[in-house]
């Protein structure tokens, strides 16, 4: 005879007890991607706030989950120094124009710059030469590395301008950290080339089309 159970009619069928509902894994699965993802999304958010490329740390985010934290802490950290080092002091022209040119390590952009003081002649004023650190895209790599080919660029775009300029490293967004130097530091002009690297569209892509899209200081595209 099977044992009778309370709130069971029949005492002579099978009434197995019940023990709680057993623990469904699909579930699970879907709450650790939900948070998963979450943290994707958050971190991207955070990031974009502050002046980083928001997609790109979803991803990194997505791909490598809270191993990514120690890599966006160093990002945050390089990008608040803003002004990394200024390299030499350059001397200013007799003209009332100050032009800070940004540097990319192209042809382009030295042409870009070496055009501008043509143009300008007698009206130039300050010459600054920019080379940007963009640590977004520094993080997989040694930053230590990328400061020095940086300062390589920067040396050589002054040379090719027959003058003494005054030459800055600069870390974060390239078109975010010139705006916003050029601002801070009073320039009449921004100068970048109409293309990047290795004669590809990177820079019209991207630098130049984003600070000829406007700001508070005029951007001359070259």
């Known amino acids: 005879m099977v044992p009778w159970v309370r709130g069971h009619t029949d005492p ?9 509902r057993g623990v469904d894994t699909s579930e699970i699965l879907v709450v650790v991607v939900l948070a998963w993802a979450l943290f994707g999304v958050s971190t991207a958010l955070l990031m974009g706030r502050r002046g980083h490329q928001p997609f790109m740390w979803l ?10 934290v120690p890599l ?4 945050l950290r390089h990008h608040r120094q803003g002004l990394v080092q200024r390299l030499s002091v350059g001397h200013a022209g007799a003209g009332t124009v100050d032009v800070l040119g940004g ?18 002649g ?22 230590a590395e990328e400061n020095d080919k940086a300062r390589t660029e920067i040396a050589r ?7 003494q300029p005054e030459t800055i490293l600069l870390a974060g967004r390239p078109a975010e ?10 320039y009449e002009l921004i100068v970048v080339g ?29």
Do not use: N, W
């Open 12 to 20: 002579d069928s099978a009434c197995p007890p019940t023990y709680g």
């Open 59 to 68: 991803v990194l985010a997505i791909v490598f989950g809270p191993l990514v």
């Open 72 to 75: 966006a802490a160093s990002a």
């Open 103 to 120: 540097v990319d390590g192209s042809s382009e952009a030295e042409q870009a710059i070496v055009s501008a003081i043509h143009m300008l």
């Open 122 to 143: 007698s009206r130039l004023g300050r010459v600054t030469l920019a080379a940007v650190v963009d640590y977004d895209i520094a993080v997989g790599s040694s930053l």
């Open 157 to 163: 775009a002054a040379r090719a301008t027959g003058l």
């Open 177 to 186: 950290a010139l705006r916003k130097h050029a601002v801070e530091e009073g």
């Open 194 to 222: 109409r293309r990047g690297r290795g004669a590809t569209r990177v820079l019209i892509g991207s630098v130049a089309s984003e600070l000829a899209r406007g700001g508070d200081v005029p951007v001359l595209v070259v």
